[in-house]
């Protein structure tokens, strides 16, 4: 069949397409590299006439042109699924608000949620011959997206890679309203980072060796999990297999070098599979009609019996500080939201659960305090007042920095303490043992 004439048909300007938005509508902006340019460029001409415009959307990687109207707040919020830097800088300004999940819930909460979704539009690339478009690296949870929507844009990019899958990595022109060619921008880039540090090695060295030959890997978003990846692709790992929430460029690395080919895999045997991607155009590049990689819905990527159900499964994520007690910050400064819970309790629960597998949190000792210009320990006696326990004490294995690792299964409060102590930094540790003792987690008898 010939799905030209049906293109024709639906084909809109990006100013038609925004015209469909009416004051107190909840609106989709799509997900990550993802996320509408044209539309959104047209929408923000308009929106000072609209009021109460409500947008979900989650991990910018630009700033919306929406953001640059005057008094934003007066007309629209926008409610992210996952902060990162573009969104919470703008927390301020009174119209960006964090929605606390699991990642892993997200296609179930546009499924179930009571409120309407009146509008959605995301890029995607362009159709094929069968009719469909593909979401490009952000299978994530579009789907379910595009069932709730009551109007669906997809806004085309031929620069979009197209991103292997199975159910829910593709969207027909049948359930598409409007189409809208845009000007083809380049897919947002994130930085793979600098050459990684001292401190980042130290922590490579010490997780690296707890790796064995056919683990199946996850990577979090951050300099430290890179660092990670970098190592294992100069390693002499073999036959990894990949399941993560999200594809960064270190897989590409571990890929070209000869690590990954998925045999030992207990399920997707063969495929590196994700539930979204971003990372430099060497990433788009190599995901862009590679069958050994499957985009697939994070409802199933990060589902915990889906990852326990992976052997030697190894998740490697990093955190914002970490408590005596074994809790787990990865996504605050006090009230301040730095991004999300996303998959990392998901992850930590399930490779715990996986025959041999293993949870890191990596983190350094310390950080460099910007207000007081003081070096403070990211263990801390207690997470700092309103700060987010991501993982629970009950749910963390092991932790790690550039000073040890230990895992804390198991382990009673005052051996938690210990071995947390341990793997401060050394000019931390007399203050952390006195605020241990205060608590009553410090035994007598522990070192000093």
Same mark, same amino acid.
């Given at each position: 069949?010939?799905?030209?004439?049906?293109?024709?048909?639906?084909? =809109?300007?990006?100013?038609?397409?925004?015209?469909?938005? +009416?004051?107190?509508?909840?609106? #989709?902006?799509?997900?990550?590299?993802?996320?509408?340019?044209?539309?959104?460029?047209?929408?923000?001409?308009?929106?000072?006439?609209?009021? #109460?415009?409500?947008?979900?959307?989650?991990?910018?990687?630009?700033?919306?042109?929406?953001?640059?109207?005057?008094?934003?707040?007066?007309?629209?919020?926008?409610?992210?699924?996952?902060?990162?830097?573009?969104?919470?800088?703008?927390?301020?300004?009174?119209?960006?608000?964090?929605?606390?999940?699991?990642?892993?819930?997200?296609?179930?909460?546009?499924?179930?949620?009571?409120?309407? !979704?009146? =509008?959605?539009?995301?890029?995607?690339?362009?159709?094929?011959?069968?009719?469909?478009?593909?979401?490009?690296?952000?299978?994530?949870?579009?789907?379910?997206?595009?069932?709730?929507?009551?109007?669906?844009?997809?806004?085309?990019? +031929?620069?979009?890679?197209?991103? !292997?899958?199975?159910?829910?990595?593709?969207?027909?022109?049948?359930?598409?309203?409007?189409?809208?060619?845009?000007?083809?921008?380049?897919?947002?880039?994130?930085?793979?980072?600098?050459?990684?540090?001292?401190?980042?090695?130290?922590?490579?060295?010490?997780?690296?060796?707890?790796?064995?030959?056919?683990?199946?890997?996850?990577?979090?978003?951050?300099?430290?999990?890179?660092?990670?990846?970098?190592?294992?692709?100069?390693?002499?790992?073999?036959? !990894?297999?990949?399941?993560?929430?999200?594809?960064?460029?270190?897989?590409?690395?571990?890929?070209?070098?000869?690590?990954?080919?998925?045999?030992?895999?207990?399920?997707?045997?063969?495929?590196?599979?994700?539930?979204?991607?971003?990372?430099?155009?060497?990433?788009? #590049?190599? !995901?862009?009609?590679?069958?050994?990689?499957?985009?697939?819905?994070?409802?199933?990527?990060?589902?915990?019996?889906?990852?326990?159900?992976?052997?030697?499964?190894?998740?490697?994520?990093?955190?914002?500080?970490? #408590?005596?007690?074994?809790?787990?910050?990865?996504?605050?400064?006090?009230?301040?939201?730095?991004?999300?819970?996303?998959?990392?309790?998901?992850?930590?629960?399930?490779?715990?659960?996986?025959?041999?597998?293993?949870?890191?949190?990596?983190?350094?000792?310390?950080?460099?305090?910007?207000?007081?210009?003081?070096?403070?320990?990211?263990?801390?006696?207690?997470?700092?007042?309103?700060?987010?326990?991501?993982?629970?004490?009950?749910?963390?294995?092991?932790?790690?920095?550039?000073?040890?690792?230990?895992?804390?299964?198991?382990?009673?409060?005052?051996?938690?303490?210990?071995?947390?102590?341990?793997?401060?930094?050394?000019?931390?540790?007399?203050?952390?043992?006195?605020?241990?003792?205060?608590?009553?987690?410090?035994?007598?008898?522990?070192?000093?």
């Amino acid at each position: 069949m010939d799905y030209s004439q049906k293109y024709k048909e639906k084909l =809109v300007s990006a100013e038609k397409a925004a015209s469909v938005i +009416k004051s107190g509508d909840w609106v #989709d902006y799509g997900w990550c590299v993802g996320t509408n340019v044209a539309v959104d460029k047209a929408l923000a001409s308009r929106m000072p006439e609209l009021h #109460d415009v409500k947008i979900r959307g989650g991990i910018l990687c630009h700033e919306p042109e929406i953001f640059k109207i005057e008094n934003p707040a007066e007309h629209f919020t926008w409610n992210s699924w996952h902060m990162n830097p573009v969104e919470r800088h703008n927390v301020n300004n009174g119209f960006v608000f964090m929605t606390p999940l699991r990642y892993s819930e997200l296609p179930r909460l546009y499924r179930d949620m009571k409120d309407p !979704l009146n =509008v959605a539009i995301c890029q995607v690339s362009p159709m094929d011959a069968h009719g469909y478009f593909n979401f490009g690296p952000c299978t994530s949870h579009m789907q379910a997206v595009v069932d709730k929507a009551d109007v669906v844009i997809v806004e085309v990019n +031929k620069n979009m890679p197209v991103c !292997l899958g199975g159910t829910g990595a593709y969207i027909h022109i049948d359930q598409v309203d409007m189409v809208v060619e845009g000007e083809n921008p380049a897919i947002d880039e994130i930085p793979a980072g600098g050459p990684a540090s001292d401190i980042d090695k130290a922590v490579a060295e010490l997780v690296v060796p707890e790796i064995p030959n056919g683990a199946c890997l996850q990577l979090g978003i951050g300099g430290m999990p890179n660092a990670i990846g970098q190592m294992i692709a100069q390693s002499d790992l073999k036959d !990894l297999g990949i399941h993560t929430e999200m594809y960064v460029d270190a897989f590409v690395d571990m890929a070209n070098a000869g690590k990954i080919t998925g045999r030992r895999k207990n399920i997707d045997q063969g495929r590196q599979t994700y539930a979204f991607g971003a990372g430099t155009k060497k990433l788009y #590049d190599y !995901l862009d009609n590679n069958p050994e990689c499957m985009a697939a819905p994070v409802e199933y990527v990060n589902d915990v019996r889906t990852i326990a159900s992976l052997d030697n499964f190894i998740s490697i994520n990093n955190a914002v500080d970490i #408590d005596l007690f074994g809790q787990v910050n990865a996504e605050s400064a006090g009230i301040n939201n730095i991004s999300g819970a996303g998959g990392q309790q998901d992850f930590v629960l399930g490779a715990y659960l996986s025959n041999g597998g293993k949870s890191f949190i990596c983190l350094s000792s310390t950080f460099m305090n910007k207000k007081t210009g003081k070096l403070e320990s990211r263990i801390r006696p207690t997470l700092q007042q309103g700060s987010i326990a991501t993982d629970t004490r009950t749910n963390t294995m092991y932790i790690v920095t550039e000073f040890g690792m230990v895992n804390l299964k198991g382990l009673t409060m005052w051996q938690r303490a210990e071995s947390l102590i341990n793997i401060a930094h050394p000019e931390c540790r007399d203050e952390l043992i006195a605020e241990a003792e205060k608590m009553n987690i410090w035994r007598r008898s522990n070192k000093r």
